[in-house]
């Protein structure tokens, strides 16, 4: 299957130990032995119990909601869970009109922000107590490739969204709970 890189004989030892490929998935067998990809390594939180959590699947259940377009897990080296979501802009636009509601500033409004609760209650009803989302907040742009928060293939940066959205993040963790 891969016998190596090229002329790279580091990133081959790194990658092929004990004859085994190390692709930095995580994956769990289901009940019929097929293997389910469930998160990257790098990707892992470790909260400040150390407690080991792929946000994979929690933001998974999250962007099930129509409203929401992204969602991030934040809480490495932090005492509980936070979430930074964005928004669908078509969904949001169907949902004020509906409501008769001004679309314009969508993530500061109450019935917006009860939606998103009601994603958020029903993800955290799936997860284990350390795994729940205790706070989130709502973005008022969606990510994008040209500022840096997704890739080419519109996967998110974490990093990146650490940096931008910072302020955003810290204000879901008062002093001395994150």
């Not at 470790?46 to 992204?70: D, F, M, Q, R």
């Not at 936070?82 to 409501?99: G, I, Q």
């Not at 029903?122 to 994008?144: D, H, M, P």
Request: aromatic content about 6%; some cysteine.
């Amino acid at each position: 299957m891969f016998l190596g890189y090229y002329k790279e004989p580091q990133a081959t030892a790194e990658t092929l130990i004990d004859g085994w490929l190390h692709s930095g998935d995580l994956g769990r067998f289901d009940d019929d032995g097929f293997l389910q990809i469930t998160g990257r390594k790098k990707e892992i939180i470790i909260t400040a119990g150390g407690k080991n959590i792929a946000p994979k699947n929690i933001e998974a259940s999250l962007k099930n909601h129509p409203l929401v377009n992204e969602a991030v897990v934040i809480g490495d080296r932090r005492k509980y869970l936070t979430a930074l979501v964005t928004l669908d802009p078509e969904a949001v636009a169907a949902f004020c009109k509906d409501r008769g509601l001004d679309a314009t500033r969508a993530h500061e409004l109450a019935e917006i922000r009860a939606e998103v609760q009601r994603a958020v209650d029903a993800a955290n009803e799936e997860l284990a107590r350390v795994e729940q989302i205790k706070k989130f907040a709502i973005l008022a742009r969606n990510f994008g490739v040209d500022t840096g928060e997704l890739t080419p293939t519109l996967k998110v940066k974490r990093k990146k969204v650490n940096e931008i959205w910072g302020a955003e993040i810290e204000a879901m963790y008062p002093e001395g709970e994150g």
